[in-house]
Every structure is written in structure tokens, then in C-alpha cells.
């Protein structure tokens, strides 16, 4: 019995190693176990044949530099905006330019500004396009994650446009002038606009010190700008027509920005006063001189209303036929006059009328100018500059609107309605 016990004891003890070695052999581990050492071993069963497998490093973003033309994109419009955005880093500078020609037609690089924004993350120009135009845009950056700067470069052209499809704008005053208290801003077109609100939008002013004003377009091809009151005498004004590329509607664009600056002279205010046949001329608020005049006669009346000195003429020849006067009517005439200041674009001066003197202060007796002697128009055409006042009153005939600078014969509140704004 004893061996009996003995032979089915040695037998469970073989026979749970066997099932140990069994379940061993089919490759299962406990998880606790994984690349662990043996009970008692001091290293992994498997540590002279086996590595760790390593985790790739992450990419590395890359900066991207997107406009918004395609590269190699053909017949852009003029009136496009070129923007850069940058994902993944900031850009340090973008530049866009193309080869043109100056006014003399010699060759240059013509470049369009533009601004970063604050974050760098974008550019957006500040000015249009030339038509008929290769341009190249240059865009550099740097990598926000390595900090590795790059350059990229793209092309495009734009689209070709005939002298009839862009329309020119041309400002006066001009450049480093002085001239009178009520002096509009004129800006004229050579080619009409039609979306007057687009084109008003391109159009600044500043002055120094500072005074409100509105435009007021007059036709499509001419539009003013004035302040509420007379400007200050010795104001310092700015004018910019950024219009370069702009679209004025009909297939029309701005074919150049165009700026101007002038300076505001003393005031010089001339008061005609027909009923009583003198004008009282005010230099800075004061009287400073009282002159005989002659106004228009019956069938030619003089217009009453506020005007300004559009030109100053030392000597020019007034024909009657330029009024519709025939050379063979008794009222005709053929003069050299001196002293000359226009004051409505139908023909109306002021000027020396020695011819006239006997009605001076007496009897409104011109075909509409209004005259007075040799030395009053002389004293008075040395006093005034472009854009001075002259204000008539005494007649019964109004000024038309458009008939010269009529920008101060209507109120203010009239003024601004005129504004496509």
C-alpha cells in the first residue's frame, strides 16, 4: 500500500509539472509578467536577443505662404486686392511689383504697397493693379516650430484694358498752390463713372488744423469737395484719389491715383452789390475798399449769387460772339481787356471797363460782366487768388448750379446731399 501511495503521489506531482510545461508551451503570458525576469533571475529570459521598439518623432509643421491669386493666373482684375495668409509660422515680408514705364516711358519697377497685420500672419496690399501687367510676388517667413525662415515666389498677369475702359482723374487745386478761402477740391474724369459710391469711398481730404466738409458730385465726371465754412486762412489741405484700379462701374476703372496739396491764403471776400452799384471788397473780416462798379444790363443782367475767381486773366480778349452776339448786331463787340476774373463758366468777369466809366456807381450798363476803372481792377486783381469769394446780390437773375464753382450757393445741408455716401 505504502508504494502504491507513493507511485499515485509522484504521480500528481509529474503530472502538474507536465500541465505547467504544457500551458508554458502554448506561448500565453500574464500581462504582470510581460519581459519580466524568471523567479530568482537577475535579467529578462530574452534581453541578449530582443529590443524595445522606439515611437517616431512628430513631423514638424511647415510654414505655408497662400495667396489669394493663383500662381501662374491670367487676366486678373485690376480691381483685385492681392492678400497673403501664413499657417504655421509669420511672414517677415511680401513684396508685388512688375516692370512698367514712367511718364518719360523709361523702364521701372512699379510696386504696390502693403501692410502686415499685427500678428504677421498676413499681408493685404494696400493699392490695385496695372492691367496688361506681369507681376511677381515674393513672400518670405519663418517656421513658428523650428524657426526656419523660407522664401516663396509666385506670377500672374492681368487683364488688358483700352484707354476707353479706364478713366483718368485730374485735381485742382495743383500741388504747392495758395489759394482762396472758397476754394472746392475739383476732381474731373475723362471717361464717366457710374458707380459715383464706389469712387467716393477712394477719395480722402485732411486739412490742418481740421474742419468738416462733404463732397458733391456736380456729373459723372466732376465731383467737389468743400469744407462747411470758409476755410481758415493759412489751413494746410491734403487731397488723395486713390483710384488706381478702382472699379467705376460700366466696365469702367481708375487708370491712376492722382493727390494734390495747396495752402488756404488770407481771406479776400468781395461783396457786389448791384442795386447800389458798388462792391465792397473785405481783406481778413475788414473793409478795405469801396468800388464804383457796372453790372449787366436789361437782356443781359448780371447772375446774383455766391461765386468764386476761377481764373485771373492780366489781359484777355472779350468777343461778343462768344455770347451769342453777332458781329453784325449793334450790341457786338470785339475788346482787349485787362484785369480779368472770372467768375462763372458762361462768361461773366470781373475786369477794367474804362470804355464803361461814366456808369460806375450810376447805371448797371455791360453785357454781365461787372466793370469799374483801370486802378480798382488793378488794386483788386493783385488781392485775390483762385477760389476768393465774390458774392453778388441786386438782381432778380439766380446763379445756375454747375455754372462755375457754385459750391457755396446753396447751404451745407444741400451741400452733402450731393454725396453718393
Known amino acids: 500500500m505504502q508504494s502504491e501511495t507513493l507511485f499515485r503521489r509522484r504521480f500528481v506531482v509529474l503530472g502538474a509539472v507536465a500541465l505547467a510545461a504544457g500551458l508554458a508551451g ?8 510581460t519581459g519580466s525576469a524568471l523567479p530568482g533571475s537577475s ?14 518623432s ?30 504655421a509660422g509669420t511672414l517677415s515680408k511680401v513684396s508685388l511689383s512688375h516692370k512698367g514705364k514712367d511718364k518719360a516711358g523709361k523702364p521701372q ?19 490695385r493693379l496695372d492691367p496688361a501687367a506681369r507681376y511677381r510676388l515674393v513672400m518670405s517667413g519663418t517656421n513658428a516650430a523650428d524657426r526656419v525662415e523660407s522664401t516663396s515666389e509666385s506670377t500672374f498677369s492681368t487683364r488688358a484694358l483700352t484707354l476707353d475702359q479706364q478713366t483718368y482723374p485730374s485735381l485742382f487745386p495743383l500741388t504747392d498752390t495758395t489759394v482762396g478761402v472758397g476754394m472746392p477740391v475739383v476732381l474731373t474724369f475723362d471717361v464717366p463713372v457710374t458707380d459715383r459710391a464706389e ?17 458733391h458730385w456736380y456729373s459723372d465726371t466732376e465731383v467737389h469737395y468743400r469744407p462747411k465754412t470758409y476755410w481758415k486762412s493759412g489751413t494746410a489741405v491734403k487731397v488723395q484719389a486713390d483710384l488706381n484700379g478702382v472699379n467705376a462701374g460700366g466696365g469702367i476703372y481708375g487708370q491712376n491715383s492722382a493727390s494734390t496739396s495747396f495752402t488756404i491764403g488770407r481771406s479776400v471776400v468781395t461783396k457786389v452789390d448791384l442795386s447800389s452799384k458798388k462792391a465792397k471788397v473785405y481783406v481778413d473780416g475788414s473793409l478795405a475798399r469801396t468800388i464804383p462798379v457796372s453790372g449787366g444790363k436789361s437782356g443781359f443782367i448780371s447772375r446774383s449769387g455766391s461765386k ?21 448786331s449793334p450790341e457786338a463787340y470785339d475788346l482787349k481787356v485787362k484785369y480779368a476774373l472770372r467768375v462763372t463758366s458762361s462768361g461773366e468777369f470781373l475786369h477794367a471797363a474804362p470804355w464803361n466809366g461814366a456808369n460806375f456807381g450810376r447805371v448797371n450798363a455791360s453785357h454781365g460782366c461787372i466793370g469799374m476803372s483801370t486802378a480798382d481792377a488793378e488794386w483788386l486783381f493783385n488781392q485775390v487768388k483762385i477760389g476768393d469769394p465774390v458774392i453778388t446780390t441786386g438782381t432778380a437773375r439766380g446763379l445756375e448750379q454747375g ?16 454725396s453718393a455716401l
Open 26 to 33: 502554448c506561448g500565453v503570458v500574464p500581462a504582470n509578467q
Open 43 to 56: 535579467e529578462s529570459p530574452h534581453s541578449s536577443s530582443t529590443k524595445t521598439p522606439s515611437t517616431p
Open 58 to 87: 512628430p513631423a514638424v509643421p511647415t510654414l505655408l505662404m497662400t495667396p489669394n491669386v493663383a500662381d501662374g493666373a491670367k487676366n486678373v482684375q485690376v480691381d483685385t486686392l492681392v492678400f497673403v495668409r501664413a499657417k
Open 109 to 127: 519697377t512699379v510696386t504696390v504697397p502693403g501692410e502686415l497685420s499685427k500678428d504677421r500672419t498676413s499681408w493685404t496690399a494696400t493699392g
Open 199 to 215: 469712387v467716393e469711398k477712394h477719395l480722402s481730404v485732411s486739412s490742418s488744423p481740421a474742419q468738416p466738409g462733404s463732397w
Open 308 to 328: 468764386l475767381v476761377m481764373a485771373k486773366l492780366e489781359q484777355t480778349r472779350m468777343a461778343s460772339e462768344t455770347i451769342g452776339i453777332s458781329k453784325n
Open 403 to 418: 455754372n462755375g464753382w457754385t459750391d457755396w450757393d446753396i447751404s451745407y445741408s444741400q451741400y452733402k446731399k450731393g
